[in-house]
């Protein structure tokens, strides 16, 4: 089958149907005019758009849609807690919920399959003068409609954002470290259709530099000009609404690999699965893991923290930071995270037990340390001036868990772990 004949298919199975494009419609129809009505009674200046994928007509199917309402308050209102406003607004709404940020935002459940997400946001005409990032969003909305006319560019960037989200690209979140749906829809616009934009990738050999609007005189202006902090991910792409502003700084060089690899793989083998969520089978790799006679462990950590990116985050650092300890005792020839949204992930390892483990000890000239080290630890001996004792590892890796848990419960805590169980 030709690559084109693929991609028509996937966009056939990744466009919303129109009977789920008329429900949000409807709701996002009534819903506005009450929140119109609310504003006027209470006399509070905000201007009230949607944006995100649903206002700039790249929305791709899912089970879920959020759709993102912006309250955009005017100047008057720029001392004020436009979160607290908001929430005023949004007094007597069913089914509304506090999202907790660097600025609060709230999240409606309008059905079983639809969110609305009211955003405060102040009304800015200036970028430097945005207090969030979100101020942003009306000029990225404004900025995405008026350049991208054409159906075969909108076409191609819900392809793109399906292959993203696909193999874990998709998201800026920072247990995601990926490419942003805005990020995503100015990438395609600059290089003109999916196929050319992950062909650019598959090639890259150096850090990316793209500044659509030529806002900078040259890439060695541009990073001479952003913060050196923004300047790190692997793709630098200048917001052609704000040119301090790199839009793809979250982009981790993990998760650029991994992205770079899967462009790789679909152009050496253009198939559908290349936009299929990969499922991990975790029947599958115990049974392998048990054949070639390692140890298998699936655990699951939970967070009191906000559910989302917060959430996320924690548990993924938790995890890492597991993986460290775990690796002290055992060699790890499997891993996996899986974080579902919620204040829950799960994760599992496949390892192989090592024999001993070499512990460093203190200098020899450090005779108090010395001392205490001797007596804690058997088969002590010297290399270079410092001790050293070896330990044999008889305890299996579910052992160890149950132990080291015991051991850092202050630790697991005050990473804002709740809870970790082996399942």
Known sequence: MRTSEILNQILEKISP?????????????KFLDEIEKRKKKLKINAEIFVGGSYA?????????YDIDIFLRFGKEHRNENISELSKKILKGVEGVSRVHGSRDYFRIKIKENLFFEIVPVIKVKNPKMAENITDLSYSHVKYINKKIKSEKILKDIRITKAFCYANECYGAES?????????LELLIYYYGSFLKFVESIAKSKKKIIIDIEKQHKSRKVIMMDINESKLQSPIILIDPTYKQRNVLAALSEKTFERFKKNCKKFLRNPSAKSFEVKKTDLEKIKKNAERKKYEFILLESKTSRQEGDIAGSKLLKFFNHLEKETERNFEIKNKGFEYNGKNFAECFFVVKKKKEILIKGPFIKDKTNVKKFKAKHKNVFEKKGKLYSKKKIDFNVKEFIEEWKKKNKKKIKDMGVSGLKII
């Open 56 to 64: 700039k007509k790249t929305l791709i199917k899912k089970d879920k």
């Open 175 to 183: 247990y995601i470290k990926g490419f942003s749906g805005y990020g």
């Open 17 to 29: 149907e129109k009977n789920e494009l008329k429900t949000i419609d409807k709701s996002l129809k």
